[in-house]
């Protein structure tokens, strides 16, 4: 048996751990630069306010009924998760992180399914302060079914019974079944399969001729037989760091300072997953959504002679590929980096001449920089490439504190 634990509007509720006054509120989190809506409390939800709409267009009338708007708080989301998962860790052995907010458990047989649940819901909201929907059932896609019909109800529902399953897939629509993609769902449509439960009960081999055994997959979970296993979380197979910028930039120099702190972030999530990486893309591009400007994008691909997570190295390969693709006279809005060719640092050594004792060297180096920027915070030590400080080159006008990340931004209690 399976459960899936899907936090209920996750940022808006890791606001409101700290800021009390959000609750019973309508608060949204903004994206980048404070540009759409990203995460909607149900008050704001209640208003109306759609998913990823631009915030400039409902700004008035969402401050008329008394909204609250939060510019994303990554630093706080990603630690809160990171509770969470630990917790969910401990309870249950067999997990998968889904997403920062979501994570499938495999239930231990011969249980109470929904009082364990319950149990636990009432554990993550007494220790973390985030409510959770919980959503059982046989198989994975039908935890999705459920857990999004347990928003709706009491935040717990074991999705067992036969006529259950029916009536929640005949309400459906075949697009908003897990593991069905747009385009899937127009080619099932022109077959005359609009909802989940005419997918769950149409002819497997016809299925499987017609789009293969990954959908086929998706009709058996829909019948209760599970086919899509617990994974382990999965190393990354490329690593990406990017961001939109608050103004335009038109200076090389500039640029090249920004994209390092792109590079030093993707590194240090390579380094965490003791992995190592063999190239870097560096990409750069204008804005788009301003017609006026010249328009331009570019990128290119460095290869390392031999792979590394040696964050020198991989910013000395981005300055190499920023020189062959930037051009003078654009003013570059967006830009970033993806790591590349990654392997395990642990995996056997494919290429005879590597210099083994060299990797030694950087490896002690890297971790040394990596704990000493973790005791003492971040930035505390840098390459002379970076800017001095913190950057992130977004706005962030409606940012809330840091409070479990920065010793400065603690909560006081009065």
Request: with cysteine; aromatic share 10%; net charge positive.
């Amino acid at each position: 048996m399976f459960a899936l634990i899907d936090c209920d509007n996750f940022f808006v509720s890791c606001e409101r751990i700290f800021q009390p006054n959000l609750k019973n509120r309508p608060v949204v989190v903004l994206s980048n630069n404070d540009g759409c809506v990203v995460a909607r409390s149900y008050e704001a939800k209640a208003l109306g306010i759609p998913m990823a709409c631009p915030f400039f267009k409902i700004e008035k009338m969402f401050r008329a009924a008394g909204g609250i708007a939060l510019s994303s708080n990554y630093e706080l989301y990603a630690d809160i998760s990171q509770r969470i998962m630990s917790l969910i860790r401990e309870e249950f052995q067999n997990l998968e992180i889904y997403s920062i907010d979501e994570a499938f458990v495999k239930l231990p047989e011969n249980n109470n399914y929904e009082q364990l649940s319950i149990k636990f819901r009432e554990k993550i909201l007494k220790q973390i302060g985030v409510s959770v929907s919980i959503g059982i059932a046989k198989s994975k896609t039908l935890c999705k079914l459920a857990g999004e019909y347990a928003k709706t109800r009491d935040k717990v529902f074991y999705l067992q019974n036969e006529k259950d399953i029916s009536d929640l897939l005949q309400k459906t629509e075949v697009e908003n079944i897990w593991g069905v993609g747009r385009h899937i769902a127009q080619r099932l449509r022109f077959m005359g399969i609009f909802t989940g439960e005419e997918l769950r009960l149409a002819p497997k081999d016809l299925i499987r001729k017609t789009f293969g055994i990954n959908v086929e997959k998706t009709v058996m979970e829909l019948n209760g037989f599970p086919c899509l296993e617990m994974e382990n979380t999965p190393q990354q197979k490329s690593i990406i760091s990017s961001r939109s910028f608050e103004k335009e930039i038109t200076d090389f120099n500039a640029l090249e300072q920004i994209i390092s702190e792109f590079v030093d972030s993707a590194c240090l999530r390579l380094r965490k997953q003791k992995s190592l990486a063999g190239g870097i893309i560096t990409y750069i591009s204008s804005n788009r959504f301003n017609p006026q400007a010249k328009q331009y994008q570019n990128s290119v691909l460095v290869s390392l002679p031999f792979p590394s997570n040696n964050t020198a190295k991989f910013l000395q390969a981005m300055k190499e590929g920023l020189k062959q693709i930037f051009l003078e006279g654009i003013a570059y809005k967006r830009a970033g980096v993806t790591l590349t060719d990654i392997k395990g640092e642990n995996e056997p050594q494919t290429d005879f001449f590597a210099p083994v004792q060299e990797n030694e060297k950087e490896k002690k180096l890297m971790k040394a920089f990596d704990d000493i920027n973790a005791k003492l915070g971040k930035k505390s030590i840098y390459f002379g490439i970076q800017k001095n400080g913190v950057q992130h080159y977004i706005k962030r006008e409606f940012k809330s504190r840091n409070f479990t990340t920065s010793w400065d931004d603690l909560a006081i209690v009065k």
